[in-house]
């Protein structure tokens, strides 16, 4: 099985820093607890520990509910603001595990999602959270939907050798080792209860939601998150690239990025997903949709952020005047985009995205996600925690405090 690329993950797992920006990921984190008792912990089993470090430690993805900013990062912290950011309450967790991406449908539900493969969820505007899914139950899809895979393959490669169709058969061999691979590496993970990170999480209403993360993970639910399907055989990824972001364009219309350039699309609130010709063969880490304009914005490594006007039919690299790797990003009114990312990089995309400043946020480092609070300032998360800036890029004398709850 490959390394793991996504950004977002690295910066969730980093112990670090290569050149170049990149962070170089290890998988599995320990509590401090258990390193103070030399005896390791269930990250699924373990409550995530309050501390008063959590809005200075690593967070990973920022959003609003309402009025309401919540946070969540590393060891399972979620932190909530209901003063635009300037002071922070930590939220009751039950798992300690990362968290990469977190979504809300409205003022009080919203979900994340994070390492070993887990959702949770909240009705109570992010103060208390329940867990829907976790890595051992995914394994278990995972393993089931790659026998299916396989046992299909190996039909239509019986038909193709009776009917002597030399590309037929070609192409079902192909497929079928693929999906060989596939099934070993999921009756390995499931042996060995390895579990792999989700990484962004979307929902269209209180039922119908996905969970999208690495090797090609895809998980949907009709249920608001208490059971879920796999969702991978309806999706043209034979390569099991990760899936980093999923976002909705509007109507039946969704997208994913991911690695080695992968951009999928739904015209059908997702029952099928279609690879498209992508501008780019490194990996996006987000994408935006300003979807009053019907504009996507696809931003990953390297500083290149990708743009299209048509659903994804044709992309149009973009000069952001950067090459720090780009991971979070935010849009004002749906015309103009920010997008943060390592190396302190802090870009603005002007006229729909057709023209970009840069500006570096000097002193700062990895940047994973921004925000516009109600009060009009950016919130930017990353491997420092939480940061305040206004609208020229400057970071504002605001001290930000933690508050147990």
């Known amino acids: 099985m490959r390394p793991l690329k996504s950004v977002r993950t690295m910066l969730g797992c980093a112990t670090r820093i290569m050149g170049g920006g990149a962070l170089v990921a290890t998988i599995g984190l320990t509590s401090l607890q258990a390193q103070a008792q030399g005896e390791w912990q269930d990250p699924l089993q373990t409550p995530a520990i309050k501390t008063l470090k959590a809005p200075t430690s690593l967070l990973l993805d920022v959003t609003l509910a309402g009025d309401r900013l919540i946070a969540v990062g590393e060891r399972g912290h979620i932190i909530i603001s209901d003063d635009d950011g300037t002071s922070w309450t930590q939220s009751d967790v039950p798992v300690m595990s990362t968290l990469t991406s977190i979504y809300f449908i409205d003022e009080l539900t919203g979900w994340a999602v994070g390492h070993d493969a887990v959702v949770l969820k909240t009705q109570d505007a992010g103060i208390t959270w329940v867990k829907q899914l976790d890595g051992f139950e995914a394994n278990s899809m995972v393993l089931a939907q790659a026998k299916v895979v396989k046992a299909q393959l190996e039909g239509e490669l019986s038909k193709a050798n009776v009917l002597g169709n030399e ?18 590496d999921a009756e390995i993970d499931f042996e060995d209860k390895s ?16 969970v999208v993360g690495a090797y090609g993970m895809i998980f949907k639910s009709t249920d608001g998150g208490s059971t879920w399907n796999d969702w ?28 080695a350039g992968l951009m999928l699309r739904t015209q059908n609130g997702g029952d099928d997903w279609e690879q498209m010709f992508s501008p780019y063969e490194g990996s996006f880490f987000g994408i935006s949709s300003l979807t009053k304009q019907g504009v996507l914005l696809a931003y990953g490594l390297r500083g290149n952020v990708a743009r299209s006007d048509n659903f994804g039919s044709s992309w149009k690299l973009m000069d952001t005047k950067t090459q720090q790797s780009l991971i979070g990003a935010t849009d004002r009114l749906g015309r103009v985009a920010y997008i943060v990312g390592n190396g302190g990089a802090f870009i603005k995309g002007i006229d729909l995205g057709r023209k970009w400043e840069s500006t570096i946020r000097k002193g700062r480092s990895g940047a994973a996600a921004i925000v516009e609070s109600k009060a009009g300032h950016f919130v930017i998360v990353g491997s420092r925690g939480v940061e305040l800036l206004d609208k020229l890029g400057e970071r504002m004398p605001i001290t930000i405090t933690s508050i147990e709850g």
């Open 167 to 184: 590309d037929r058969i070609e192409l079902a061999e192909e497929q079928l080792e693929n999906a060989t691979y596939a099934l070993e």
């Open 195 to 210: 579990t792999k990170p989700l990484l962004d999480v979307w929902f269209k209403n209180n039922h119908e939601g996905y």
């Open 232 to 259: 991978s055989g309806h999706v043209e990824n034979p390569d099991r690239f990760h899936l980093n972001a999923i976002t909705h364009v509007g109507g039946e219309r969704m997208m994913i990025v991911g690695e």
